[in-house]
């Protein structure tokens, strides 16, 4: 992946919501991680991270923070009216916290392993908090070296169990190129086709949206 690129992506994303009215928080892009810190949080934690995972935060940055809103009277066209704003965060640092969260949801509301709903949050690395209850994690059920990207919802949101990528580096790359869209699963469906499609980069809902907010990225 190309990080110069993304970086660049990133603050273009940034002007140009602050060119048609919108807010934007700072930006943080942390010093990458070292293999060290890496492997005493994989011995904290009790699990390997996912490979895309290690390689962004050794390569890009340890912690990573981006949020954006668009202001109450932009006329916003109708596949959008949901998609007024865009969060993504992740830190080798909260892992912990965040899983204590997606384990406690477990042990007290989603136990039912023959529940297909309840299932879903198990077997999970939660690393994104979404603010509402709900998380982006990575789906270690397969055990594999790298893991994809699912969505848990706590509340029946349309977008739990969805699977938004196929590893860490695909899903900053395909969000990416639509501002970080959510982090909410009703902002960033309209770009999705189905619950296994992941976010559709190419897809003619996402050129409609960049076209709207002349992000040429």
């Not at 996912?50 to 940055?61: C, D, G, H, N, T």
């Not at 202001?71 to 993504?88: K, R, Y």
Request: charged fraction near 25%.
């Amino acid at each position: 992946m190309n990080y110069e690129l993304l970086e660049k992506r990133i603050h273009t994303i940034a002007f140009n919501i602050q060119q048609i009215g919108g807010d934007v928080q700072e930006v943080v892009i942390e010093p990458p991680t070292s293999h060290k810190q890496i492997l005493q949080m994989e011995e904290r934690l009790g699990v390997n991270l996912p490979e895309s995972f290690k390689i962004v935060l050794q390569k890009f940055a340890g912690q990573f923070s981006f949020y954006w809103s668009l202001p109450e009277d932009l006329v916003t066209p109708h596949e959008f009216t949901e998609s007024v704003s865009g969060n993504l965060h992740w830190s080798l640092e909260i892992l912990p916290r965040l899983e204590e969260e997606r384990k406690e949801w477990v042990n007290q509301v989603f136990s039912n392993m023959e529940d297909e709903y309840d299932v879903i949050w198990h077997n999970k690395l939660a690393f994104c908090e979404v603010g509402n209850g709900d998380y982006f994690a990575f789906d270690l059920i397969d055990g594999h070296d790298d893991a994809p990207i699912v969505y848990l919802s706590h509340d029946d949101g349309e977008g739990h169990g969805y699977r938004l990528a196929n590893n860490f580096i695909e899903f900053i790359e395909s969000w990416s190129r639509l501002g970080f869209v959510g982090s909410e699963d009703e902002r960033w469906l309209p770009f999705t086709t189905s619950s296994t499609s992941g976010i559709l980069a190419e897809g003619e809902a996402a050129k409609l949206f960049r076209t709207w907010l002349g992000l040429n990225i």
